[in-house]
């Protein structure tokens, strides 16, 4: 699954913290009359429980010093649950666990640049807020010369494990060696931030992720590592997961996002993170 997975805060996240801890505010989730019919199990709790793995860290999902749950994803989803009336429950989980919690009723929704795909539209519903592509974040200078997936042959490539990513580099490794060229070796880490600390002592050549997650490590380490590529490829829809067992929460979420994108509060979200890019080119349809 792609995530722009995180959860232990790195210490240069504590900074951007500070700084964003009063807009996060601002979509708290305090119950309000709602705009958007919430199911009536979601009524009847006061709050929808999202989940989230935060270790990718700003501007999706992260989590400060104090515990608070940022980001822009953490904005939306606090969103979401004020049109609905109700308050945004943000619990941290480990992306790879998401089936079994969201199944189990553990958590209502994951929100947390997961991509929306067919394979798991079958286990999942999905509302799509957004789109995300993949970046590769690469030392400053690009010294082995990362342009394309093809130039990835014979690095050493780090990810997130159980990603689309992941399955994206293994894909293109089985190909070159296929043509008769180096494959890419693959490490796949189960946090996002590993394999940025990988990339920063050396021990990968390249680091492929999703967009919104290498953005924000790719601003604070800025005088040690750039984008490779100059734009995002393999761009997908992202949105919130959900049960199949609840299909009157997807509609819910549908509505919500609908809401969002005509009253401007979802680009005020993605400006105010500096990922606007990542907006959807046509508003879904609840």
């Not at 790195?10 to 913290?17: F, H």
């Not at 590592?225 to 929460?249: H, M, R, Y």
Request: overall charge positive; proline content about 6%.
């Amino acid at each position: 699954m792609h995530t722009i997975h995180r959860s232990t805060p790195k210490p240069w996240v504590l900074g951007l913290a500070a700084v964003v801890a009063l807009g996060a505010l601002a979509f708290a989730g305090a119950s309000s009359a709602a705009t958007v019919t919430p199911p009536a199990t979601v009524a009847k709790a006061g709050a929808i429980h999202f989940c989230t793995d935060p270790t990718g860290g700003p501007p999706g999902s992260y989590v400060d010093s104090s515990g608070n749950h940022l980001g822009s994803d953490m904005d939306i989803a606090r969103r979401i649950a004020q049109l609905m009336g109700v308050k945004a429950d943000i619990t941290t989980i480990s992306f790879q666990n998401i089936v079994p919690l969201l199944n189990s009723g553990s958590c209502d929704a994951y929100i947390g640049g997961i991509s929306d795909t067919a394979e798991r539209e079958k286990i999942e519903n999905f509302a799509d807020y957004g789109q995300f592509g993949e970046e590769f974040l690469v030392p400053k200078g690009n010294p082995k010369h990362v342009s394309s997936y093809p130039s990835l042959s014979g690095l050493t490539v780090g990810t997130t494990v159980g990603t689309v990513d992941q399955a994206f580099v293994e894909a293109e490794s089985a190909k070159l060696k296929k043509e008769g060229k180096p494959g890419i070796t693959v490490r796949a880490f189960s946090a996002a931030n590993s394999s940025y600390q990988a990339l920063l002592t050396g021990q990968v050549d390249v680091v492929v992720g999703g967009y919104e997650a290498l953005a924000g490590v790719a601003a604070k380490e800025s005088s040690k590592i750039e984008f490779a590529l100059p734009q995002q490829v393999n761009v997908l829809p992202t949105g919130l997961a959900s049960a199949k067992k609840n299909p009157d929460l997807n509609v819910a979420f549908k509505k919500a996002i609908d809401v969002m994108y005509k009253d401007g509060s979802m680009a005020k979200i993605l400006a105010k993170w500096k990922i606007s890019k990542t907006i959807l080119a046509k508003p879904p349809t609840p």
